[in-house]
């Protein structure tokens, strides 16, 4: 979470190390040719190891304020923010007008 060190910093926190170690579970199902595929994930584990001369309360308000600014964070959590638009050669191109195959 890189959020950590710039909220340490507007928190006036003292952090001496952070280390993340990240494992993400994914996953994939359907078909390429049949347009149907749909890929997943299905957990993302983050581990942090934090070394810091500070308070447990104050780390846990600047874990929670990281977790809680991290756009990427917010974003996976919210999936409906994402507006696709898509030109072919200048022209406007909806997906929607080209259905995938038929079996």
Do not use: W
């Not at 994914?26 to 078909?31: F, L, N, R, W």
């Not at 070394?51 to 309360?57: K, L, T, Y």
């Amino acid at each position: 979470m890189t959020q950590l060190e710039r909220y340490a910093q507007m928190m006036k926190v003292s952090v001496d190390k952070v280390q993340a170690h990240i494992a993400l579970s994914v996953g994939a199902e359907g078909s390429v040719l049949a347009q149907t595929i749909q890929a997943r994930a299905d957990k993302i584990e983050i581990s942090y190891e934090i070394e810091s001369p500070e308070p447990p309360d104050r780390i846990a308000g600047l874990v929670r304020n990281a977790r809680n600014g991290c756009y990427v964070r917010q974003t996976i959590g919210r999936p409906e923010l994402f507006h696709d638009t898509i030109t072919l050669n200048g022209r406007p191109l909806d997906t929607n007008d080209y259905p995938p195959p038929s079996r």
